[in-house]
């Protein structure tokens, strides 16, 4: 799927981080436990090639809990620390340890030096991978505005966790020119882009296909079909026509089908899914 999205906003943030970052000591890049490829932005390898680095495979409630241990033993073994975390329902405490765990060789320096030094942290995202959310759970109110679409974060805000700890928020941002089709139709399918440009239809016809790949048996399950027809478009009217979703003359109502096919997979009503597997070896 062709995605091009990069409003003015993200080049203003890009801009307002590169200017903050002399004041960083460990970057936390939050990506999708669904997508923990696509879902990274790989214009940060460059912009923080020389920070600590931590990731966190948010929404991890969402994912395949068996796929998401081997995608943080797999970061792992790249040598970047590594937790899975769910904003909704993760423990706040343990995700706050293990931010200081990520940062004691930074605290080990300062006090090296005789210096009890506030290690900031950026926390860091493409849009809608759930850092405001995050934040506001680790601080344990709502101070950052968050929500379950793009863009709303804006500007950078700054909370702070202990008095050693500091935590900075940053828009979402994407990347200029995304290429590969597959990833862009994750990273729309999750809400990392603006709904308003995409076409719906196009959107869930990529989503039938990735899951009578990944998954097919939760499509049997949940729209009790038998057999899984080759074609999307195909499989998309035998959905319609299992949940009664007929206009006259028996047509089937691929508009309502593709807001209720698309609407159940965001909340998580398909069951927990993985759209990436992480390669062996």
Not at 213 to 236: F, G, N, T
Request: hydrophobic letters at 40%; aromatic letters at 8%.
């Amino acid at each position: 799927m062709n995605i091009q999205w990069y409003p003015g906003h993200m080049t203003k943030a890009k801009r307002a981080m590169a200017d903050k970052l002399k004041l960083i000591d460990l970057v936390i890049e939050v990506v999708d436990a669904r997508a923990p490829l696509s879902t990274r932005n790989p214009d940060f390898e460059k912009m923080f090639a020389n920070k600590a680095r931590m990731l966190v495979l948010n929404k991890a409630d969402m994912a395949n809990p068996a796929v998401t241990r081997r995608w943080v033993q797999y970061f792992e073994k790249q040598g970047i620390y590594t937790v899975s975390y769910s904003a909704v329902k993760g423990n706040a405490k343990g995700l706050q340890r293990a931010i200081e765990e990520a940062a004691a060789g930074i605290y080990d320096k300062f006090k090296a030096k005789g210096v009890n030094k506030t290690v900031r942290a950026l926390v860091c995202g493409i849009p809608n991978v759930g850092k405001s959310a995050i934040l506001n759970r680790l601080v344990g109110e709502k101070k950052l505005k968050e929500g379950n679409k793009p863009g709303v974060t804006r500007g950078i805000s700054w909370v702070r966790l202990t008095p050693y700890l500091e935590c900075m928020d940053s828009p979402g941002l994407l990347w200029p020119k995304i290429e590969d089709e597959h990833a862009g139709a994750i990273i729309a399918l999750i809400g990392s882009v603006r709904q308003e440009i995409l076409d719906e239809e196009e959107l869930v016809y990529h989503l039938i296909k990735i899951l009578a790949e990944i998954a097919p048996d939760l499509l049997k399950e949940r729209y009790k079909i038998e057999e899984l027809a080759e074609d999307p478009y195909e499989l998309l009217q035998d959905i319609c026509r299992k949940r009664g979703f007929l206009m006259r003359g028996g047509v089937a109502d691929t508009e309502r089908g593709c807001k209720t096919l698309l609407e159940e997979f965001r909340n998580g009503k398909l069951g927990s899914i993985s759209f990436e597997v992480p390669k062996e070896g």
